[in-house]
Every structure is written in C-alpha cells, then in structure tokens.
C-alpha cells in the first residue's frame, strides 16, 4: 500500500461539471456498446471505436472547450496532460473527434475520459435523498449539499462519487493549481465546493 502525505489525506473537494455558462454543448454523442460504462469507475475493458466522434456545434472562430459532457467527460489533450503532471494517473483514455456535421469541421486533439476510481465518502450530514437502490446493495442518492468525509476519500485526486455515480470529485489543491496554469478562457470547468468533515 502506498503512503500519501498528510497534504493529500487532508484533502477538499469540489463536484466538477463542464462550464455552466457555455451556450455550446456537444450534440449527439457517439454510441458505446450496450455493457460499456463511463460511470461505474471501473476500467473499460471493452474495444471502442477509435476516434470516438462528437457532433459538436462549433466553428473555428470560437475557442473550443477543454472539458464538455460530464457523463462521458470530454477532455482536450492539454487539460489531460496539466492534470497528469498534477499528479492524477487514473484516467483512462479514449481518442475523441470533435466534428461540426455541418461544416465538416473536425478537431482531433481531445479524448474521452473514463475516470478510474468510484469512491463511497458521502458523510451522513449530506441533505441527500435515496432513489434508488442498486442490485448490489448500494444506495443511489439525490444530493443537494455534499458533504464528503475526507478520511474515506483517502487523498484521491479525482473519483467518482459511489452515491451519485455521475458525480466527480477533483481535489481542491488540483484545481486552484489548474487555475494557475489555465489558458486564455479558462479549462471550462465549474466546480461546486463540497463541506469536508
């Protein structure tokens, strides 16, 4: 077992999503295999077309996003590559195309992201509501505070939530040093901070 320093251990989080305040959105999204998931956390052992193409509605005159599509997050190989030089190793990667149907635009330089990891820390005082019970015994939440117990995140840098499995969590100390090094427009990442106990 590997020894994380207290920094990590300690560690916030924040619930991440693409750009809230973006009026561009990828369209339709490739389809996957019937028993291919992005959100169990679990690697994707499964043979995927290769790029993965994305309909996307932009044209060259605007800046593309860096992260789109929280269910099947979508990255550009330049948010993958600040992220892994920060110290986030479980991500596994998919080539991506983003394609403007329309135009027949397409940019290649993205991937499709599965984050590895699927993490139980939910601490009873989230305000959280049960919906659903999985077949192995879990319970699938609806949450409207988060409150994450820090000690049972164990210092990841990012997962996702076991709770609300469409949920994922980056460590704070990643994203204000993303916010350091972020080009001109931003990484398009919205991020709501979660309370730690």
């Given at each position: 077992?590997?020894?994380?320093?207290?920094?990590?251990?300690?560690?916030?989080?924040?619930?991440?999503?693409?750009?809230?305040?973006?009026?561009?959105?990828?369209?339709?999204?490739?389809?996957?295999?019937?028993?291919?998931?992005?959100?169990?956390?679990?690697?994707?052992?499964?043979?995927?077309?290769?790029?993965?193409?994305?309909?996307?509605?932009?044209?060259?005159?605007?800046?593309?996003?860096?992260?789109?599509?929280?269910?099947?997050?979508v990255m550009s190989s330049r948010l993958v590559?600040?992220?892994?030089?920060?110290?986030?190793?479980?991500?596994?990667?998919?080539?991506?195309?983003?394609?403007?149907?329309?135009?027949?635009?397409?940019?290649?330089?993205?991937?499709?992201?599965?984050?590895?990891?699927?993490?139980?820390?939910?601490?009873?005082?989230?305000?959280?509501?049960?919906?659903?019970?999985?077949?192995?015994?879990?319970?699938?939440?609806?949450?409207?505070?988060?409150?994450?117990?820090a000690a049972k995140a164990a210092g990841a840098?990012?997962?996702?939530?076991?709770?609300?499995?469409?949920?994922?969590?980056?460590?704070?100390d990643i994203l204000d040093a993303l916010d350091?090094?972020?080009?001109?427009?931003?990484?398009?990442?919205?991020?709501?901070?979660?309370?730690?106990?």
């Amino acid at each position: 077992m590997q020894l994380q320093s207290l920094d990590t251990m300690a560690r916030t989080y924040s619930h991440v999503v693409p750009n809230i305040y973006s009026e561009l959105d990828i369209g339709e999204e490739p389809e996957l295999p019937a028993d291919v998931s992005f959100t169990r956390g679990e690697v994707i052992r499964a043979q995927l077309p290769s790029p993965l193409v994305y309909d996307v509605p932009y044209t060259e005159d605007e800046q593309l996003p860096h992260f789109e599509s929280p269910i099947v997050p979508v990255m550009s190989s330049r948010l993958v590559t600040a992220l892994r030089k920060l110290g986030v190793d479980n991500l596994q990667l998919f080539p991506a195309e983003l394609c403007n149907l329309q135009t027949g635009q397409v940019w290649k330089d993205f991937f499709a992201v599965n984050v590895v990891g699927l993490i139980s820390c939910t601490s009873s005082l989230s305000d959280a509501a049960e919906v659903a019970t999985r077949p192995g015994g879990g319970k699938l939440l609806t949450i409207n505070e988060l409150v994450i117990d820090a000690a049972k995140a164990a210092g990841a840098p990012i997962f996702r939530l076991a709770e609300s499995p469409s949920k994922i969590l980056l460590a704070t100390d990643i994203l204000d040093a993303l916010d350091r090094t972020a080009p001109p427009g931003g990484w398009g990442i919205t991020a709501y901070p979660t309370r730690n106990v």
